[in-house]
């Protein structure tokens, strides 16, 4: 057995390539290009062959060393013939990557979802390593989820199930990016707490924001000085996101009576407010007999989840 993977991160404006050193599951060596401009199959295939070519070069291992591929990928994927059927972050449609990598490189690859990817990543190595039935939730400019049901990640009969961020919390409420209305992405997400901001900022509400951020953009990173700073207007909405995220949390605890959910993305692991005030408003409001042995632990993994979890598909079929 050859001692490294490499683990791939397609995400919507980023290609992160590394090489993973299989024992310790370390990160040996890693590649970041941005894809901002590049879009659609031609052009992302390149920006990746790209980035393939220069980790094997920076890293000096030669092809044959290599074990398996795994990209992680944010979009709906077709995992037996390894296919990208929609990305519309980087305008991807039917995109054959397994076979364009397995026939440049002849190494094996895998292909996942990156919210998959990212619970495969903590089932195994991270918060969920001594549990059977998880839910994952994920809170950054989206809000992604994935279930997982005695060790297995469970998919539903399309590949779908577990999308937490587009249960619908308001019957009239705000469109989503789904096309369907009153989803909880569109009140609970990063891009939620920014648009309610700038609508305020619009109305000439004073926010310390303005003087943070020239920006249309309000990253994590703003909305926890503007926190940190008592900013009226931040406040209000994060609490807003918080009363949606912990119904949405909930409800899924009520539902399907989980061991443990493990929250990660961006707004958890920046914001220790939002992960602390939500774990205790979820259970307060689901019912007692299901939130009672339902735990909440912080996903580990951080932003190499994506990347290492694409290369566990050996550990992954071998858990029980
Ligand atoms: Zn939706």
């Known amino acids: 057995m050859n001692k490294y993977d490499i683990g791939i991160d397609l995400g919507g404006t980023k290609v992160l390539c590394a090489i993973i050193e299989k024992k310790e599951r370390k990160i040996l060596f890693e590649v970041k290009k941005k894809t901002k401009k590049e879009k659609g199959n031609k052009k992302v295939t390149a920006k990746l062959i790209e980035a ?22 944010a979009g709906q994927i077709d995992r037996e013939n390894g296919i990208v ?3 519309c972050n980087l305008d991807l449609k039917n995109l ?8 440049k490189y002849l190494i094996n690859t895998y292909v996942f979802n990156d919210v998959e990817a990212a619970a495969m990543a903590e089932l195994i190595l991270g918060s969920g390593k001594n549990y059977n039935n998880i839910l994952c939730v994920f809170i950054g400019t989206g809000i992604g989820s994935s279930l997982i049901i005695n060790r297995k990640i469970y998919h539903g009969a399309s590949g779908s199930a577990g999308e937490i961020g587009h249960i619908i919390v308001d019957l009239n409420g705000r469109s989503c990016s789904c096309g369907g209305v009153g989803c909880l992405e569109a009140y609970a997400s ?4 920014e648009s309610r901001i700038q609508g305020a900022i619009k109305k000439g509400r004073k926010s310390i924001i303005t003087e943070l951020t020239e920006s249309q953009h309000i990253s994590t990173k703003y909305i926890k000085q503007a926190i940190d700073a008592h900013d009226e207007v931040t406040m209000q909405y994060v609490n807003e996101a918080i009363e949606y995220l912990s119904g949405g949390l909930a409800s899924a605890i009520n ?11 961006g707004l ?33 993994l951080g932003d190499y989840s994506g990347v290492i979890g694409a290369t566990l598909t050996e550990e992954y079929n071998n858990v029980f």
């Open 268 to 300: 958890i692991q920046g914001i220790d407010e939002i992960y602390l005030k939500t774990v205790k408003l979820a259970r307060a409001k689901a019912l007692k007999i299901a939130s009672e042995k339902t735990e909440f632990k912080k996903a580990e």
């Open 190 to 193: 990063r891009s939620a707490i």
């Open 96 to 103: 054959e990557i397994k076979k364009i990598l397995e026939e």
């Open 85 to 87: 059927i929609d990305a």
């Open 52 to 73: 393939l070519d220069e980790l094997f070069e920076v890293s000096n291992i030669p092809k044959e060393e290599i074990n398996s591929i795994g990209i992680a990928v």
């Open 255 to 265: 539902f399907f009576n989980p061991e443990l959910i493990i929250l990660g993305g």
